[in-house]
């Protein structure tokens, strides 16, 4: 057993650790209960240290606060700091001073460590430093249900239940008109934080419309666990303290006899289900989402068809970049049709399995040829449009699109086909053919969808593309997966030999674009730079090597 001057060491280490960067220390128990306080308690708080002991550590704080510091410790993992985040104190209290608070959960423990200091110049940019240098992706359907096909592609291959559960808000509209616009918009970004913190991958979780939220889940999160952390913080935003009452339904996302496009209609399907109906959709598992799917698939076709002949769909745009110096290279052009009673990505894959992606295809190039002729003529941009792997080995589509092209060779320069749905392919000598008779009047191509299999590695020995783009998954697990660094490391070096240009999609933070160019990825796309928009527009972000070369 280690002595008293031993023990009495290691405190004295411990304290001159934390306090070395920090003004106050507080243990909290699980109940929000401060065990312990030591530090300057009462010239930052107003209350001196031994008198914290005992005392809710959320009441130190300005009421606006409590949702963010419930966050922050909801989001703690153990062993690894989270925050500094900059906070008001308490206006009685504290006089309303400011501080810079960080917090850590210690492996094996309930027990949440929390930092406060005063704030100072150097410490209030470090709180604010991930904020500036990071765009969120938006919280909303599509985006939901991109990242949960990939979850659910990753939990029946390692083998893992989960579930989906759907939260309504009962009487939304009565809640929103007592909370109030400002309210409600901070208490609508606090769950969506919350239920994303508790989701898989900690990506899987959005609002799907007013008051209605998704969640992805491991099955060994119940739903009244997920209700019971939305009631706490619901009592924080309800003037009158008693919580806000949410509605739910959890569905369970048993996949493992569907196919991955079946699993992916099955969720579109389902998601769609509860924007309409709420949690009275009557959806009991992914399967049934299918099957009812498939029952409507008749009435759908013939609306299909005449959204395809009458080009009832919008282009929207979104830039590729230099990672070095996040200058444009060029555009994607982006289809997004016209109907509000389902996503662009459901008549996409809709298209593809009634057989009609190449009808769909030419119809997206008939529109971004027009737009090259006539609204794009005055600028010099180049622009970037899907072909199908589906389209690309039919070769009526094929003779029907150099056809068109034939006239409008003057556009090569500012054209390139990304061919999406790759794992499709499966003629792949007939397919590099088109290629290289595309390659040889001066239009591009790119091969998208790229990933970490065997098959992938075929397609880029087999067609010899200019861009290959990789699978945004990488991105996802770039800080934190050595395997994926030294795939994307070796993938880029490869590349790079056979001339060949890396794109990376799905950057959101300026950490994932820096790390990507490090292991030799020349170009990015994502929301850190821009979302989709209806106009070909980029505002320049300056990179990291930039404002090196300028100080």
């Not at 199908?388 to 086909?417: C, M, T, V, W």
Request: proline content about 2%.
């Amino acid at each position: 057993m280690a002595d008293k001057n031993t023990l009495k060491s290691q405190r004295d280490r411990f304290l001159a650790f934390s306090f070395a960067s920090s003004d106050l220390l507080l243990e909290v128990a699980a109940d929000d209960e401060i065990q312990f306080a030591l530090g300057a308690g009462k010239s930052l708080t107003g209350v001196d240290h031994e008198e914290l002991q005992g005392t809710n550590w959320l009441d130190l704080f300005d009421k606006k606060e409590k949702i963010t510091l419930m966050m922050l410790r909801s989001k703690a993992i153990e062993g690894k700091r989270c925050g500094p985040i900059h906070v008001k104190l308490n206006e009685i209290t504290a006089n309303g001073k400011e501080a810079i608070v960080t917090g850590m959960k210690m492996p094996g423990s309930d027990v949440f460590y929390l930092t406060a200091s005063f704030v100072t110049e150097v410490m209030a940019k470090l709180a604010g430093l991930e904020k500036k240098s990071r765009k969120e992706a938006p919280h909303d359907k599509e985006t939901f249900i991109d990242a949960a096909q990939e979850a659910l592609r990753e939990a029946k291959e390692d083998n893992v239940e989960v579930d989906i559960t759907l939260l309504d808000i009962a009487g939304s509209d009565d809640v929103k008109a007592k909370l109030g616009p400002e309210l409600w918009s901070s208490f609508s970004e606090s769950v969506q934080e919350m239920l994303n913190a508790n989701s898989l991958g900690g990506q899987t979780a959005s609002q799907i419309s007013d008051g209605r939220y998704s969640i992805l889940h491991d099955k060994n999160l119940t739903p009244e666990a997920i209700k019971d952390q939305l009631a706490e913080l619901s009592k924080e935003t309800d003037p009158d303290g008693e919580g806000i009452e949410f509605d739910s339904k959890t569905i369970p996302a048993e996949v493992a006899e569907l196919t991955e496009r079946e699993a992916a209609r099955a969720l579109i399907y389902t998601i769609n289900e509860f924007e309409r109906r709420g949690t009275d959709l009557n959806v009991d598992t992914l399967g049934a989402g299918f099957e009812q799917f498939v029952t409507e698939n008749a009435q759908k076709i013939q609306r299909f068809k005449t959204m395809i002949t009458q080009l009832n769909f919008q282009l929207y745009f979104q830039p590729i970049v230099d990672l070095k110096t996040y200058e444009l290279v060029h555009f994607e052009m982006l289809s997004r049709f016209k109907d509000e009673g389902s996503s662009t990505q459901e008549w996409i894959m809709f298209g593809e399995d009634i057989g009609m992606a190449a009808e769909m295809d030419m119809a997206i190039c008939e529109r971004a040829i027009n737009y090259l002729k006539f609204k794009a003529a005055t600028n010099n941009f180049c622009f970037a449009i899907n072909l199908s792997g589906q389209s690309i080995q039919n070769e009526q589509f094929f003779d029907a699109l150099y056809a068109k092209l034939e006239p409008h060779k003057n556009l090569a320069k500012r054209l390139i086909f990304e061919i999406t749905e790759s794992n499709e392919i499966q003629e792949l000598e007939k397919v590099n053919k088109f290629i290289k008779q595309l390659q040889g009047d001066g239009f591009k191509v790119c091969l998208d969808d790229f990933g970490a299999g065997s098959a992938s590695f075929q397609y880029l020995h087999e067609l010899h593309v200019n861009y290959l783009k990789i699978d945004g998954k990488y991105t996802q697990k770039i800080l934190t997966s050595e395997r994926d660094q030294v795939m994307i490391k070796n993938l880029s070096q490869m590349c790079k030999d056979l001339d060949t240009k890396v794109v990376i999609e799905r950057i959101e933070y300026e950490e994932q674009a820096e790390a990507m160019r490090e292991l030799g990825v020349g170009l990015g796309q994502g929301y850190f730079f821009s979302e989709p928009k209806p106009q070909p527009e980029y505002l320049a972000i300056q990179s990291p090597l930039t404002k090196k070369e300028n100080t």
